[in-house]
Every structure is written in structure tokens, then in C-alpha cells.
């Protein structure tokens, strides 16, 4: 699978976000990551699909929502009709994955799915086949600025096992402290998409369009 690199939007300068959009998709962004937090499975609130609309109409580079929601099902559509081009659940507050997916399928968008640190991949091996890409979270979600969890390396190489021995074209993503060292740790264990943000493109006064292009440089090359 291609490395492709994810600038967090949470990161970016609301107040002066298109401009900090031109400057990551002239650094060659892959997708654009926005969390939607609900403050009930994360203790924290994000933006919703106005943001999300907003941010397709003024960029093509893909836009992945991460839904950080108890109640994930209930917003596929909201967000798909928004302008999301990937919608990522978490594991641990769905139950009908296959339904889910299916959903986001047949708008002809692509499925993805998290899991937090703790929680093991056996949980989604079974739906595994049918996404376009997985989300590994490094960090308990919900905050930047938060300790990589290195004991998420192993089950990295595990999904990255999984996809190999059948065949599967899955994305496998890293979320949570993603700087240079840890880029290095998490692609040797089978990542390829990085999701970055004040570890490293939006670290602050930096520019973004050249930090851009230093880390999809180094996520490639490393």
C-alpha cells in the first residue's frame, strides 16, 4: 500500500483554516482527518458535518471523518451527505459493523474502523476484509499532546499479518503522537498512513506547507 500522509485538522488555525487547507494540499496531503468528538465517548467536543462541508467545497483532497461518538450508526448519513469521503467508527462503541460498512459502501465511500490502544484486533478481524482502511490509535482518544503507547506497535504488526497472509488491500493508520520517531517505529510495523498534528506538521509558527512536505518526504523514505 501507497504512504500517505493525514494532517489532523483539529491542529490547524480555525480562524484562518483555508488558507492552512491551501498550504497542506500544496504540501502534497493525501486525506484531510477531522475527529467528531461527543463529549460522551471522549471527554472532549469537536466540530460536526458543517465543518466537514465547508472543508470539501474548498479542497479536493479526500476528507476522513473519525466519529469519536457513542452512537456511531446514527450519523453515517448526515456525514456522508456533508461531503465525507471516509468515515471511520470506533469498534468499541458499535455493534453492527457489517451495517455500518455497508452503509458507507454503497454511497460509494470508503470504510474505516479504530481501535483504542486497549482493545484487542481479534475484535474486527472478522470485518476486516470488507474496509478500506483501519485506524490504530496510539494515544486514548480525545486529546493532543498525549505519550505514544508503544505496546500498540505489536498489534499493528498483527492487522498488518492479517492483511498480508489474505491478500487484503487495507490501509493500516496511526493516530496519536505521530512524529519522526514514531513514524519510523509504526512503518516498520506495517503502517502506511500517518495522521499528523502538533507533533509535527502543526507545531506552532511552523509553516505548514513546508512541514508538510518534510514529513510526507520522511513518512515515504524512512
Known amino acids: 500500500m501507497n504512504t500517505k500522509i493525514a494532517p489532523s485538522l483539529d ?3 480555525y480562524v484562518n483554516l483555508k488558507k492552512d487547507i491551501e498550504q497542506l494540499e500544496a504540501g502534497g ?3 484531510l482527518h477531522i475527529d467528531i468528538m461527543d463529549g460522551h465517548f471522549v471527554p472532549n467536543f469537536t466540530a460536526g458535518p458543517n465543518l466537514v462541508s465547508a472543508v470539501s467545497e474548498i479542497t479536493d483532497i479526500p476528507v476522513e471523518t473519525h466519529f ?3 452512537k456511531n ?3 453515517i448519513q448526515m456525514f456522508l ?4 469521503d471516509i468515515i471511520t467508527f470506533h469498534a468499541e462503541s458499535c455493534d453492527r459493523y457489517f451495517q455500518a460498512v455497508q452503509q458507507i459502501k454503497e454511497a460509494d465511500k470508503k470504510a474505516s474502523i479504530a481501535l483504542n490502544p486497549g482493545t484487542p484486533v481479534s ?3 472478522h470485518v476486516l476484509s470488507r474496509l478500506d482502511m483501519i485506524i490504530m490509535m496510539c494515544v486514548d482518544p480525545g486529546f493532543a499532546g498525549q505519550s505514544f503507547i508503544k505496546e500498540v506497535l505489536p498489534k499493528i504488526e498483527r492487522v498488518k499479518e492479517i492483511i498480508d497472509n489474505n491478500n487484503l488491500e ?3 493508520a496511526v493516530d496519536g503522537n505521530i512524529n519522526k520517531e514514531t513514524i519510523k517505529l509504526t512503518k516498520n510495523a506495517g503502517a502506511n498512513v500517518f495522521i499528523l498534528g502538533t507533533s509535527s506538521i502543526f507545531q506552532e509558527g511552523a509553516d505548514r506547507e513546508e512541514r508538510t512536505k518534510i514529513f510526507k518526504d520522511y513518512c515515504e523514505q524512512v
Open 29 to 31: 496531503a493525501d486525506i
Open 68 to 70: 469519536q461518538m457513542e
Open 123 to 125: 475484535m474486527i478481524e
Open 170 to 172: 487495507v490501509d493500516i
Open 11 to 13: 491542529c490547524a488555525d
Open 73 to 75: 450508526t446514527e450519523f
Open 81 to 84: 451527505e456533508a461531503g465525507s
